[in-house]
Protein backbone atom coordinates (compact mmCIF):
# COMPACT_ATOMS: atom_id res chain seq x y z
CA UNK A 1 0.00 0.00 0.00
CA UNK A 2 2.87 2.27 0.86
CA UNK A 3 4.47 1.65 -2.53
CA UNK A 4 1.27 2.75 -4.47
CA UNK A 5 1.29 5.61 -2.26
CA UNK A 6 4.64 6.71 -3.75
CA UNK A 7 3.73 5.80 -7.00
CA UNK A 8 0.59 8.30 -6.75
CA UNK A 9 2.75 11.11 -5.48
CA UNK A 10 5.43 10.98 -7.76
CA UNK A 11 2.61 10.87 -10.87
CA UNK A 12 1.00 14.07 -9.16
CA UNK A 13 4.15 15.79 -8.81
CA UNK A 14 5.54 14.90 -12.83
CA UNK A 15 1.80 15.73 -13.73
CA UNK A 16 1.70 19.21 -11.85
CA UNK A 17 5.37 20.13 -13.33
CA UNK A 18 3.78 19.21 -16.79
CA UNK A 19 0.83 21.94 -16.44
CA UNK A 20 3.55 24.28 -15.19
CA UNK A 21 5.36 23.90 -18.20
CA UNK A 22 2.89 25.01 -20.34
CA UNK A 23 2.80 28.82 -20.19
CA UNK A 24 -1.17 29.24 -20.48
CA UNK A 25 -1.29 26.92 -17.54
CA UNK A 26 -0.70 26.65 -14.11
CA UNK A 27 -0.57 30.38 -12.54
CA UNK A 28 -0.49 29.74 -8.79
CA UNK A 29 1.19 32.22 -7.66
CA UNK A 30 -1.26 35.08 -5.34
CA UNK A 31 -0.25 37.67 -7.30
CA UNK A 32 -1.25 35.65 -10.44
CA UNK A 33 -4.52 34.94 -8.51
CA UNK A 34 -5.39 38.51 -8.15
CA UNK A 35 -4.34 39.23 -11.60
CA UNK A 36 -6.63 36.78 -13.25
CA UNK A 37 -9.29 38.92 -12.63
CA UNK A 38 -10.29 40.61 -15.44
CA UNK A 39 -11.47 43.40 -13.96
CA UNK A 40 -8.57 44.18 -12.38
CA UNK A 41 -6.19 43.44 -15.02
CA UNK A 42 -7.49 46.14 -17.67
CA UNK A 43 -7.79 48.84 -14.54
CA UNK A 44 -4.24 48.49 -14.18
CA UNK A 45 -3.48 48.46 -17.70
CA UNK A 46 -5.53 51.57 -18.11
CA UNK A 47 -3.47 53.20 -15.06
CA UNK A 48 -0.20 52.49 -17.25
CA UNK A 49 -1.65 54.15 -19.84
CA UNK A 50 -3.27 56.96 -18.00
CA UNK A 51 0.59 58.00 -16.68
CA UNK A 52 2.19 57.78 -20.50
CA UNK A 53 -0.75 60.09 -21.83
CA UNK A 54 0.43 62.07 -18.83
CA UNK A 55 3.63 62.26 -20.08
CA UNK A 56 2.89 62.70 -23.54
CA UNK A 57 0.70 65.54 -23.08
CA UNK A 58 3.88 68.06 -22.78
CA UNK A 59 5.10 66.72 -25.66
CA UNK A 60 1.99 67.79 -28.03
CA UNK A 61 3.54 71.00 -29.04
CA UNK A 62 6.96 69.73 -30.42
CA UNK A 63 7.30 71.47 -34.41
CA UNK A 64 7.05 69.01 -36.58
CA UNK A 65 10.43 67.86 -38.39
CA UNK A 66 10.69 67.18 -41.41
CA UNK A 67 9.39 63.21 -41.86
CA UNK A 68 6.10 64.93 -40.24
CA UNK A 69 5.95 67.68 -42.07
CA UNK A 70 6.20 65.50 -45.03
CA UNK A 71 3.32 63.49 -44.34
CA UNK A 72 1.65 65.92 -42.92
CA UNK A 73 1.38 67.92 -46.22
CA UNK A 74 0.44 64.92 -48.22
CA UNK A 75 -2.26 64.39 -45.71
CA UNK A 76 -3.58 67.61 -46.34
CA UNK A 77 -3.25 67.38 -49.91
CA UNK A 78 -5.50 63.99 -49.75
CA UNK A 79 -7.96 65.69 -48.66
CA UNK A 80 -8.00 68.35 -50.81
CA UNK A 81 -8.67 65.92 -53.09
CA UNK A 82 -5.45 65.53 -54.07
CA UNK A 83 -3.88 62.25 -55.53
CA UNK A 84 -0.65 60.62 -54.04
CA UNK A 85 2.00 61.43 -56.12
CA UNK A 86 0.69 64.18 -58.42
CA UNK A 87 1.72 67.15 -56.15
CA UNK A 88 4.06 66.05 -53.94
CA UNK A 89 6.77 63.17 -54.70
CA UNK A 90 7.74 60.35 -51.79
CA UNK A 91 9.87 57.10 -51.95
CA UNK A 92 6.98 55.69 -49.47
CA UNK A 93 3.52 54.15 -50.03
CA UNK A 94 0.77 56.29 -49.18
CA UNK A 95 -0.64 54.42 -46.19
CA UNK A 96 1.02 56.86 -43.46
CA UNK A 97 -0.24 60.09 -45.51
CA UNK A 98 -3.86 58.49 -45.20
CA UNK A 99 -3.74 58.14 -41.72
CA UNK A 100 -1.93 61.39 -41.19
CA UNK A 101 -5.12 62.56 -43.31
CA UNK A 102 -7.40 60.74 -41.13
CA UNK A 103 -5.58 62.16 -38.31
CA UNK A 104 -5.59 65.75 -38.83
CA UNK A 105 -9.20 65.72 -40.30
CA UNK A 106 -10.00 64.81 -36.47
CA UNK A 107 -7.70 66.72 -34.02
CA UNK A 108 -6.67 69.55 -36.60
CA UNK A 109 -3.69 70.57 -39.40
CA UNK A 110 -1.68 71.22 -36.19
CA UNK A 111 1.44 69.88 -33.99
CA UNK A 112 -0.93 69.68 -31.28
CA UNK A 113 -3.56 67.65 -33.74
CA UNK A 114 -0.51 65.61 -35.14
CA UNK A 115 0.91 64.03 -32.01
CA UNK A 116 -2.66 63.90 -30.69
CA UNK A 117 -2.69 61.03 -33.47
CA UNK A 118 0.76 59.59 -32.32
CA UNK A 119 -1.05 59.62 -28.66
CA UNK A 120 -4.06 57.37 -29.97
CA UNK A 121 -1.92 55.24 -31.78
CA UNK A 122 0.69 54.25 -28.85
CA UNK A 123 -1.80 53.99 -26.54
CA UNK A 124 -3.63 51.43 -29.41
CA UNK A 125 -0.66 49.66 -30.20
CA UNK A 126 -0.23 48.83 -26.39
CA UNK A 127 -3.47 47.71 -26.07
CA UNK A 128 -2.81 45.56 -29.01
CA UNK A 129 0.38 44.18 -27.15
CA UNK A 130 -1.33 43.53 -24.02
CA UNK A 131 -3.75 41.37 -25.67
CA UNK A 132 -0.89 39.56 -28.35
CA UNK A 133 0.47 39.03 -24.39
CA UNK A 134 -2.68 37.72 -22.91
CA UNK A 135 -2.62 34.40 -25.28
CA UNK A 136 1.15 33.81 -24.82
CA UNK A 137 1.32 34.41 -20.88
CA UNK A 138 -0.24 35.09 -17.93
CA UNK A 139 -1.36 38.79 -16.82
CA UNK A 140 1.57 39.87 -14.91
CA UNK A 141 3.64 39.21 -18.06
CA UNK A 142 1.24 41.02 -20.08
CA UNK A 143 1.20 43.92 -18.10
CA UNK A 144 4.76 44.07 -17.75
CA UNK A 145 5.00 43.76 -21.81
CA UNK A 146 2.68 46.44 -22.70
CA UNK A 147 4.39 48.75 -19.53
CA UNK A 148 7.67 48.25 -21.10
CA UNK A 149 6.24 48.84 -24.59
CA UNK A 150 5.11 52.39 -23.68
CA UNK A 151 8.32 53.22 -21.82
CA UNK A 152 10.55 52.54 -24.76
CA UNK A 153 8.34 53.73 -27.47
CA UNK A 154 8.14 57.25 -26.00
CA UNK A 155 11.97 57.18 -25.64
CA UNK A 156 14.48 60.34 -26.65
CA UNK A 157 16.64 58.03 -28.27
CA UNK A 158 13.85 56.46 -30.40
CA UNK A 159 12.23 59.69 -31.44
CA UNK A 160 9.26 58.55 -29.72
CA UNK A 161 7.83 62.44 -29.64
CA UNK A 162 7.34 62.51 -33.69
CA UNK A 163 5.14 60.41 -35.27
CA UNK A 164 7.08 58.23 -38.11
CA UNK A 165 5.81 55.71 -40.34
CA UNK A 166 6.65 53.00 -38.15
CA UNK A 167 4.31 54.01 -35.45
CA UNK A 168 1.73 52.21 -37.98
CA UNK A 169 4.05 49.89 -38.93
CA UNK A 170 4.01 48.91 -35.97
CA UNK A 171 0.48 49.17 -34.95
CA UNK A 172 -0.92 47.15 -38.05
CA UNK A 173 1.94 44.85 -37.56
CA UNK A 174 0.68 43.71 -34.23
CA UNK A 175 -2.72 43.65 -35.14
CA UNK A 176 -1.86 41.29 -38.26
CA UNK A 177 -0.23 39.33 -35.16
CA UNK A 178 -3.46 39.36 -33.03
CA UNK A 179 -5.30 38.16 -35.43
CA UNK A 180 -3.40 35.33 -36.66
CA UNK A 181 -3.11 33.98 -32.84
CA UNK A 182 -6.84 34.45 -33.18
CA UNK A 183 -6.93 32.52 -36.01
CA UNK A 184 -4.34 29.46 -35.00
CA UNK A 185 -7.20 29.10 -31.90
CA UNK A 186 -10.68 29.32 -33.48
CA UNK A 187 -9.25 28.30 -36.88
CA UNK A 188 -11.31 30.78 -38.21
CA UNK A 189 -11.30 32.03 -42.16
CA UNK A 190 -12.53 35.28 -41.27
CA UNK A 191 -9.70 35.87 -38.67
CA UNK A 192 -6.93 34.96 -41.04
CA UNK A 193 -8.37 37.60 -43.51
CA UNK A 194 -8.10 40.15 -40.71
CA UNK A 195 -4.93 39.24 -40.40
CA UNK A 196 -3.81 39.05 -43.82
CA UNK A 197 -5.19 42.86 -44.22
CA UNK A 198 -3.42 44.14 -41.14
CA UNK A 199 0.19 42.93 -42.47
CA UNK A 200 -0.60 43.68 -46.08
CA UNK A 201 -1.47 47.63 -44.44
CA UNK A 202 1.82 47.27 -42.41
CA UNK A 203 3.72 46.93 -45.31
CA UNK A 204 1.41 50.26 -47.16
CA UNK A 205 2.29 52.14 -44.08
CA UNK A 206 6.13 51.87 -45.35
CA UNK A 207 8.06 49.27 -48.00
CA UNK A 208 9.95 47.57 -44.66
CA UNK A 209 6.81 46.38 -43.84
CA UNK A 210 6.99 43.83 -46.25
CA UNK A 211 8.97 41.76 -43.39
CA UNK A 212 5.88 41.65 -41.43
CA UNK A 213 4.18 39.96 -44.38
CA UNK A 214 7.00 37.40 -44.27
CA UNK A 215 6.23 36.64 -41.02
CA UNK A 216 2.72 36.19 -41.72
CA UNK A 217 3.48 33.69 -43.90
CA UNK A 218 6.03 31.64 -42.04
CA UNK A 219 4.18 31.69 -39.53
CA UNK A 220 0.88 30.02 -40.63
CA UNK A 221 3.06 27.59 -42.31
CA UNK A 222 4.70 26.71 -38.73
CA UNK A 223 1.00 26.84 -37.15
CA UNK A 224 -0.49 24.17 -39.97
CA UNK A 225 2.89 21.72 -40.31
CA UNK A 226 3.01 21.66 -36.35
CA UNK A 227 -0.57 20.88 -36.06
CA UNK A 228 -0.29 18.25 -38.80
CA UNK A 229 -2.92 19.62 -40.64
CA UNK A 230 -0.40 21.39 -43.67
CA UNK A 231 -1.87 18.65 -46.38
CA UNK A 232 -5.70 18.61 -45.51
CA UNK A 233 -7.82 20.28 -47.83
CA UNK A 234 -9.02 22.91 -45.62
CA UNK A 235 -5.49 24.23 -45.74
CA UNK A 236 -6.03 25.36 -49.19
CA UNK A 237 -9.12 27.38 -48.00
CA UNK A 238 -7.03 28.90 -45.15
CA UNK A 239 -3.86 29.86 -47.31
CA UNK A 240 -6.42 31.25 -50.04
CA UNK A 241 -8.12 33.32 -47.71
CA UNK A 242 -5.05 34.45 -46.27
CA UNK A 243 -3.13 35.24 -49.44
CA UNK A 244 -6.35 37.12 -50.23
CA UNK A 245 -5.86 39.35 -47.23
CA UNK A 246 -2.37 40.67 -48.20
CA UNK A 247 -3.07 41.03 -52.07
CA UNK A 248 -6.24 42.81 -51.87
CA UNK A 249 -4.97 46.38 -50.09
CA UNK A 250 -2.00 46.10 -52.46
CA UNK A 251 -3.88 45.48 -55.58
CA UNK A 252 -6.25 47.93 -54.51
CA UNK A 253 -3.73 50.59 -54.10
CA UNK A 254 -1.67 50.08 -56.72
CA UNK A 255 -4.97 50.44 -58.80
CA UNK A 256 -5.84 53.67 -57.47
CA UNK A 257 -3.02 55.12 -58.35
CA UNK A 258 -3.28 53.84 -62.12
CA UNK A 259 -6.63 55.13 -62.23
CA UNK A 260 -5.66 58.44 -60.59
CA UNK A 261 -2.82 59.30 -63.66
CA UNK A 262 -0.17 59.09 -61.36
CA UNK A 263 1.72 55.81 -61.85
CA UNK A 264 4.61 57.18 -63.59
CA UNK A 265 5.82 58.98 -60.72
CA UNK A 266 4.77 56.59 -58.25
CA UNK A 267 6.97 53.91 -59.70
CA UNK A 268 9.80 56.28 -60.36
CA UNK A 269 9.48 57.05 -56.53
CA UNK A 270 8.83 54.26 -55.12
CA UNK A 271 10.88 51.80 -57.15
CA UNK A 272 13.10 53.14 -59.51
CA UNK A 273 14.97 56.03 -57.44
CA UNK A 274 14.61 53.96 -54.39
CA UNK A 275 16.91 51.34 -55.38
CA UNK A 276 18.92 54.15 -55.94
CA UNK A 277 18.72 55.49 -52.38
CA UNK A 278 18.48 52.13 -51.02
CA UNK A 279 21.73 50.99 -52.71
CA UNK A 280 23.96 54.05 -51.75
CA UNK A 281 25.49 52.85 -48.38
CA UNK A 282 27.63 50.32 -48.33
CA UNK A 283 27.91 47.17 -45.52
CA UNK A 284 31.10 48.24 -44.09
CA UNK A 285 29.22 52.07 -43.97
CA UNK A 286 25.95 50.34 -42.60
CA UNK A 287 27.64 48.35 -39.87
CA UNK A 288 29.35 51.54 -38.20
CA UNK A 289 25.92 52.96 -38.48
CA UNK A 290 24.31 49.99 -36.79
CA UNK A 291 27.18 50.19 -34.26
CA UNK A 292 26.32 53.61 -33.82
CA UNK A 293 22.76 53.45 -33.04
CA UNK A 294 22.55 50.58 -31.31
CA UNK A 295 25.00 51.93 -28.96
CA UNK A 296 22.42 55.29 -28.91
CA UNK A 297 19.40 52.80 -28.13
CA UNK A 298 20.89 51.04 -25.06
CA UNK A 299 21.66 54.04 -23.54
CA UNK A 300 19.64 53.86 -20.50
CA UNK A 301 17.49 51.17 -21.64
CA UNK A 302 20.44 48.35 -21.61
CA UNK A 303 19.03 46.50 -18.65
CA UNK A 304 15.75 46.14 -20.87
CA UNK A 305 17.83 44.73 -23.40
CA UNK A 306 19.49 42.48 -21.08
CA UNK A 307 16.34 41.00 -20.31
CA UNK A 308 15.01 40.57 -23.54
CA UNK A 309 18.09 38.55 -24.30
CA UNK A 310 17.08 36.71 -21.28
CA UNK A 311 13.47 35.91 -22.10
CA UNK A 312 15.76 34.78 -25.83
CA UNK A 313 17.30 32.33 -23.95
CA UNK A 314 14.49 31.16 -21.95
CA UNK A 315 12.50 30.59 -24.97
CA UNK A 316 14.86 28.13 -26.31
CA UNK A 317 14.60 26.00 -22.60
CA UNK A 318 12.83 22.62 -23.12
CA UNK A 319 9.63 22.39 -20.71
CA UNK A 320 9.23 26.39 -20.59
CA UNK A 321 6.82 27.27 -23.37
CA UNK A 322 4.91 25.14 -25.94
CA UNK A 323 7.10 25.05 -29.41
CA UNK A 324 4.26 26.41 -31.49
CA UNK A 325 4.36 29.60 -29.24
CA UNK A 326 8.30 29.51 -29.51
CA UNK A 327 8.37 29.33 -33.21
CA UNK A 328 5.83 32.43 -33.26
CA UNK A 329 7.98 34.64 -31.14
CA UNK A 330 10.70 33.67 -32.94
CA UNK A 331 9.81 34.72 -36.46
CA UNK A 332 8.12 37.27 -34.92
CA UNK A 333 11.69 38.54 -33.45
CA UNK A 334 13.81 37.76 -36.78
CA UNK A 335 11.82 39.87 -39.49
CA UNK A 336 10.76 42.51 -36.62
CA UNK A 337 14.69 42.90 -36.70
CA UNK A 338 14.60 42.78 -40.78
CA UNK A 339 12.65 45.82 -40.89
CA UNK A 340 14.95 48.03 -39.66
CA UNK A 341 18.07 46.59 -42.06
CA UNK A 342 16.72 47.84 -45.41
CA UNK A 343 19.21 50.50 -46.91
CA UNK A 344 21.26 50.15 -44.03
CA UNK A 345 20.83 53.48 -42.60
CA UNK A 346 19.91 52.36 -38.91
CA UNK A 347 18.00 55.69 -38.39
CA UNK A 348 16.64 56.48 -34.89
CA UNK A 349 13.54 55.69 -35.57
CA UNK A 350 13.78 52.50 -37.47
CA UNK A 351 13.81 50.60 -34.01
CA UNK A 352 10.37 51.53 -33.43
CA UNK A 353 9.46 48.54 -35.36
CA UNK A 354 11.59 46.59 -33.24
CA UNK A 355 10.19 47.08 -29.87
CA UNK A 356 7.19 45.21 -29.53
CA UNK A 357 9.48 42.38 -30.17
CA UNK A 358 11.32 43.05 -27.45
CA UNK A 359 8.61 43.72 -25.39
CA UNK A 360 7.32 40.64 -25.72
CA UNK A 361 10.82 38.89 -24.94
CA UNK A 362 10.46 40.79 -21.70
CA UNK A 363 6.78 39.24 -20.80
CA UNK A 364 8.69 36.20 -21.25
CA UNK A 365 11.25 36.37 -19.46
CA UNK A 366 8.93 37.57 -16.51
CA UNK A 367 7.03 34.53 -17.31
CA UNK A 368 9.67 31.70 -18.15
CA UNK A 369 11.55 33.10 -14.79
CA UNK A 370 9.28 30.98 -12.27
CA UNK A 371 8.96 28.24 -14.40
CA UNK A 372 12.66 26.62 -13.28
CA UNK A 373 12.22 23.69 -10.64
CA UNK A 374 14.67 25.96 -8.84
CA UNK A 375 12.81 29.40 -8.47
CA UNK A 376 9.41 29.35 -6.61
CA UNK A 377 6.49 30.61 -8.53
CA UNK A 378 5.62 33.58 -6.56
CA UNK A 379 9.57 34.57 -6.04
CA UNK A 380 10.51 34.07 -9.65
CA UNK A 381 8.08 36.84 -11.00
CA UNK A 382 8.54 38.96 -8.03
CA UNK A 383 12.02 39.31 -8.78
CA UNK A 384 11.72 39.66 -12.48
CA UNK A 385 9.03 42.49 -12.51
CA UNK A 386 11.21 43.99 -9.75
CA UNK A 387 14.50 43.92 -12.25
CA UNK A 388 12.06 45.20 -15.20
CA UNK A 389 10.60 48.30 -12.74
CA UNK A 390 14.57 48.84 -12.59
CA UNK A 391 15.36 48.63 -15.95
CA UNK A 392 11.85 50.90 -16.75
CA UNK A 393 12.69 53.53 -13.80
CA UNK A 394 16.60 53.64 -15.51
CA UNK A 395 14.81 54.30 -19.33
CA UNK A 396 13.03 57.55 -17.49
CA UNK A 397 15.56 59.06 -15.56
CA UNK A 398 18.34 59.05 -18.46
CA UNK A 399 14.98 60.80 -20.35
CA UNK A 400 13.91 63.42 -16.80
CA UNK A 401 14.89 66.57 -18.62
CA UNK A 402 13.06 65.67 -22.17
CA UNK A 403 10.18 64.17 -20.48
CA UNK A 404 9.72 66.43 -17.30
CA UNK A 405 11.63 69.46 -18.02
CA UNK A 406 12.39 70.98 -21.29
CA UNK A 407 9.88 72.38 -23.36
CA UNK A 408 9.17 71.86 -26.72
CA UNK A 409 11.16 74.27 -28.48
CA UNK A 410 13.71 73.25 -26.58
CA UNK A 411 13.59 69.74 -27.30
CA UNK A 412 13.40 70.48 -30.75
CA UNK A 413 16.75 72.38 -30.83
CA UNK A 414 18.51 70.24 -28.56
CA UNK A 415 18.00 66.60 -30.93
CA UNK A 416 17.67 68.37 -34.18
CA UNK A 417 20.11 71.21 -33.82
CA UNK A 418 19.54 74.54 -36.13
CA UNK A 419 17.55 72.54 -38.54
CA UNK A 420 14.68 74.91 -38.89
CA UNK A 421 11.39 73.35 -37.50
CA UNK A 422 10.80 75.87 -34.57
CA UNK A 423 11.35 78.62 -37.36
CA UNK A 424 8.82 76.71 -39.89
CA UNK A 425 6.52 77.92 -37.65
CA UNK A 426 6.58 81.80 -38.09
CA UNK A 427 7.68 82.01 -41.49
CA UNK A 428 4.73 79.77 -42.24
CA UNK A 429 2.73 82.10 -40.50
CA UNK A 430 4.12 85.27 -42.03
CA UNK A 431 3.15 83.23 -45.90
CA UNK A 432 -0.57 82.34 -44.70
CA UNK A 433 -1.29 85.92 -43.69
CA UNK A 434 0.16 87.54 -46.41
CA UNK A 435 -1.10 85.13 -49.58
CA UNK A 436 -4.31 83.91 -50.66
CA UNK A 437 -5.44 80.62 -49.90
CA UNK A 438 -4.87 79.82 -53.68
CA UNK A 439 -1.31 81.03 -53.65
CA UNK A 440 0.89 78.54 -54.20
CA UNK A 441 4.52 78.70 -52.63
CA UNK A 442 7.51 77.10 -53.02
CA UNK A 443 10.41 75.93 -50.80
CA UNK A 444 14.16 75.83 -51.68
CA UNK A 445 15.02 73.19 -49.37
CA UNK A 446 13.95 70.29 -47.87
CA UNK A 447 11.19 71.65 -45.02
CA UNK A 448 7.94 70.44 -46.43
CA UNK A 449 6.68 71.36 -42.79
CA UNK A 450 6.15 74.75 -44.24
CA UNK A 451 3.42 73.94 -46.80
CA UNK A 452 1.51 72.45 -43.43
CA UNK A 453 1.72 74.76 -41.54
CA UNK A 454 0.54 77.60 -43.98
CA UNK A 455 -1.92 75.85 -45.57
CA UNK A 456 -0.62 76.70 -49.40
CA UNK A 457 -0.12 74.16 -52.19
CA UNK A 458 3.43 73.90 -53.33
CA UNK A 459 4.60 74.77 -56.99
CA UNK A 460 6.87 71.99 -57.49
CA UNK A 461 6.29 68.24 -55.91
CA UNK A 462 9.29 68.30 -55.25
CA UNK A 463 8.87 68.68 -50.98
CA UNK A 464 12.99 67.89 -50.32
CA UNK A 465 16.13 68.85 -52.30
CA UNK A 466 18.37 66.47 -50.12
CA UNK A 467 17.94 63.59 -52.62
CA UNK A 468 18.66 66.22 -55.31
CA UNK A 469 21.65 66.82 -53.90
CA UNK A 470 22.94 62.78 -53.82
CA UNK A 471 25.32 61.47 -56.24
CA UNK A 472 23.04 59.21 -58.68
CA UNK A 473 22.07 59.20 -62.43
CA UNK A 474 18.72 61.10 -61.79
CA UNK A 475 20.38 64.37 -59.73
CA UNK A 476 20.61 66.37 -62.69
CA UNK A 477 17.22 65.49 -63.90
CA UNK A 478 15.71 65.93 -61.01
CA UNK A 479 16.68 69.64 -60.22
CA UNK A 480 15.84 70.42 -63.64
CA UNK A 481 12.46 69.32 -63.40
CA UNK A 482 11.88 71.02 -60.07
CA UNK A 483 12.84 74.22 -61.34
CA UNK A 484 10.59 73.79 -64.87
CA UNK A 485 8.06 73.48 -62.31
CA UNK A 486 8.20 76.29 -60.21
CA UNK A 487 8.50 78.38 -63.49
CA UNK A 488 5.56 76.80 -64.83
CA UNK A 489 3.24 77.48 -61.58
CA UNK A 490 4.78 80.93 -60.24
CA UNK A 491 4.80 81.17 -56.65
CA UNK A 492 3.56 84.26 -54.68
CA UNK A 493 6.19 83.63 -51.43
CA UNK A 494 9.49 81.41 -52.19
CA UNK A 495 11.49 80.08 -49.27
CA UNK A 496 14.66 79.58 -49.90
CA UNK A 497 16.62 77.51 -47.31
CA UNK A 498 20.33 78.47 -47.42
CA UNK A 499 21.03 76.01 -44.36
CA UNK A 500 23.40 72.84 -44.78
CA UNK A 501 20.98 69.94 -43.00
CA UNK A 502 18.58 71.39 -45.50
CA UNK A 503 20.46 70.22 -48.61
CA UNK A 504 23.21 67.54 -47.28
CA UNK A 505 25.31 68.96 -50.37
CA UNK A 506 28.19 66.95 -51.18
CA UNK A 507 31.71 67.85 -53.33
CA UNK A 508 30.06 65.80 -55.85
CA UNK A 509 26.74 67.71 -56.25
CA UNK A 510 25.57 69.24 -59.27
CA UNK A 511 24.97 73.18 -58.43
CA UNK A 512 21.99 73.67 -61.18
CA UNK A 513 19.56 74.52 -58.98
CA UNK A 514 21.50 77.28 -56.89
CA UNK A 515 22.51 78.67 -60.22
CA UNK A 516 18.83 78.41 -61.37
CA UNK A 517 17.35 79.95 -58.06
CA UNK A 518 19.70 82.93 -57.78
CA UNK A 519 18.70 83.89 -61.38
CA UNK A 520 15.18 83.16 -60.72
CA UNK A 521 14.53 85.20 -57.48
CA UNK A 522 16.80 87.75 -59.05
CA UNK A 523 14.49 88.26 -61.92
CA UNK A 524 10.93 87.84 -60.40
CA UNK A 525 10.88 88.44 -56.72
CA UNK A 526 11.70 90.95 -53.73
CA UNK A 527 13.21 89.92 -50.58
CA UNK A 528 10.32 90.10 -47.61
CA UNK A 529 12.08 88.28 -44.90
CA UNK A 530 14.99 86.98 -43.17
CA UNK A 531 15.62 83.93 -40.73
CA UNK A 532 18.88 84.93 -39.16
CA UNK A 533 20.64 82.26 -37.11
CA UNK A 534 22.97 84.79 -35.18
CA UNK A 535 23.59 81.78 -32.30
CA UNK A 536 21.88 78.79 -30.98
CA UNK A 537 19.76 80.87 -28.71
CA UNK A 538 19.63 83.63 -30.83
CA UNK A 539 17.11 83.67 -34.09
CA UNK A 540 16.42 87.11 -35.51
CA UNK A 541 13.39 87.74 -37.60
CA UNK A 542 13.42 90.04 -40.71
CA UNK A 543 10.29 91.04 -42.16
CA UNK A 544 9.38 93.59 -45.35
CA UNK A 545 11.20 96.56 -44.91
CA UNK A 546 13.61 95.71 -42.23
CA UNK A 547 14.66 92.45 -44.67
CA UNK A 548 14.81 93.99 -47.88
CA UNK A 549 18.60 95.26 -46.99
CA UNK A 550 19.43 93.32 -44.14
CA UNK A 551 22.19 91.43 -44.65
CA UNK A 552 22.60 88.06 -42.52
CA UNK A 553 25.09 87.68 -39.52
CA UNK A 554 25.74 84.27 -40.08
CA UNK A 555 25.83 81.81 -42.47
CA UNK A 556 23.08 79.60 -41.94
CA UNK A 557 19.85 81.50 -42.81
CA UNK A 558 16.67 81.71 -44.48
CA UNK A 559 15.24 84.04 -47.20
CA UNK A 560 11.83 84.64 -47.94
CA UNK A 561 10.73 85.99 -51.26
CA UNK A 562 7.22 87.50 -52.38
CA UNK A 563 6.79 87.89 -56.14
CA UNK A 564 6.97 91.17 -57.94
Known amino acids: ?313 FAFLPKLIKKDTRIFLLLFLLFSFLTIVPGFYFRAHYFITLIPAVSLLIGIFVECASKNSWISSGFGRIAAVSIILIGCSFALIKDKDYLFKFKPYDISRNKYGLNPFPESIQISKYIKSHSNKDDRIAVIGSEPQIYFYADRISSTGYIYTYNLMESHQYSKMMQTEMSKEIEANPPAYIVYVLIPTSWSRTDSSSMYIFDWAQSFLDKNYTKTGVVDYISKDEIAYMWDAEALNYNPKSQIFINVYKRR
Open 1 to 313: MNIMKKIQKKQAIKTEKAKSADLNIGKNSFFESILNNRKLSWILLFIFILIITIIRLRLLDIPLERDEGEYAYMGQLLLKGEPPYTLAYNMKYPGTAIMYALIISIFGSSTTGVHLGLLITNISSMVIIYLISKKLMGSIASLVTAMTFGVMTIGYSILGFALHATHFVALFALLGALFLLKSFEKNNLLQYLFAGLFLSLSFIMKQSGVFFIFFGIFAVFAHLYYNKTLIRRETIKILSVFVFGITFPILLMFLLIYLSGAFDKFWFWTYTYLVEYGTKVTLKRGLELFNIEIANQLGGKLILYIIAAAGLF
